[in-house]
């Protein structure tokens, strides 16, 4: 900003105007700046039209109701367009690959693919209906897919923003839409933060015995790799969250939890320097290499 012009003419724009953005109006333009609002008055905004609703499952449980969900929301919406949210690039691409071996349609979006799939990839969901798009928040913000009919949360959200703006990927220029959080017991907490939104316990779908053994099966088919990936990125990502990564001990506890959720008999060993980053070394219950 120091090496503009001070004769200039500034134009910021943002999809949201939190504190952080106001601070660098300040920094950005002159003081008698101009701010318009292009939300007309009384409109609602878009999380207070959607549908929202919450489950609370044990990890072990929690591929099975997606499963469940997403099966019970194709068959009652022949141009379903459902995104899945993840919490990491990793368990984006694990979800995904579980997914496509039980016979969805599916794609999947994250940061760690090139830009130029991304771009693809995007372009062909938002042309497209009878797709799923398993996604990191490389979705969650700045993208504008049309007639989402789903969305679903996998997973404590950073913050009560992020939810919201995950959740605004439908229900967009006044069509219908609903959200599902599916959190485990111990993500609860969650709920306190969004308890002023119109969010309900949603009703659990039927999980048969042949429902639990075909998702066994596809998650048994899923490469080793791609399993011990995504529990070392799920360990870095509640390792940061507040709430979660306070307690090492309980921390390594509950990923040793997902760990068994994705059919390993034993945790998948970390490298000693990711455990050192993570401060992590000499916890009980980790492996490492």
């Known amino acids: 900003v120091a090496a503009l012009p001070k004769q200039r003419q500034t134009l910021l724009f943002s999809a949201t105007v939190p504190d952080e953005v106001r601070q660098v109006c300040h920094i950005a333009m002159k003081r008698d700046l101009e701010f318009v609002n292009t939300v007309e008055e009384g409109s609602e905004e878009t999380h207070s039209q959607v ?31 459902v995104i899945v949210f993840c919490t990491t690039a ?8 579980l997914l496509s071996e039980l016979k969805l349609n599916v794609r999947e979006i ?3 693919k090139p830009q130029s799939y991304r771009t693809r990839i995007s372009k062909e969901f938002k042309e497209s209906k009878g797709l799923i798009l398993v996604s990191s928040d490389v979705s969650a913000r700045g993208v504008d ?24 990927r439908t229900g967009r220029r006044g069509n219908e839409g609903s959200g599902i959080l599916l959190l485990a017991p111990w993500e609860e907490y969650f709920l306190r933060s969004i308890k002023d939104l119109p969010i309900t316990e949603a009703t659990l779908p039927l999980i048969d015995l042949d429902t639990k053994r075909k998702v066994e099966k596809a998650l048994a088919h899923v490469e080793v790799k791609d399993k011990e990936l995504a529990y070392q990125a799920w360990l870095g990502y509640y390792n940061s969250n507040k709430f979660i990564g306070r307690d090492k ?11 068994r959720s994705l059919g390993l008999n034993n945790p998948p060993a970390v490298p000693k320097l990711v455990l ?6 000499n916890i009980p219950g980790l492996r490492s290499k």
Not at 52 to 81: C, R
Not at 249 to 259: G, H, I, K, R
């Open 51 to 81: 549908k929202q609703m919450h489950v609370v499952a044990p990890l072990d449980k929690q591929f099975s109701i997606l499963y469940g969900l997403l099966t019970d929301h194709i068959s009652e919406n022949v141009d379903y367009k």
């Open 90 to 97: 990793k368990v984006t691409s694990l979800v995904a690959e």
């Open 110 to 112: 994250h940061s760690r």
């Open 145 to 168: 897919y049309p007639n989402v009919t789903l969305v679903v949360q996998m997973g404590v959200p950073t913050d009560r923003e992020q939810y919201i703006h995950r959740l605004g």
């Open 249 to 259: 001990y309980q921390l390594v506890s509950l990923a040793n939890e997902f760990s």
């Open 276 to 281: 050192r980053k993570m401060g992590l070394n």
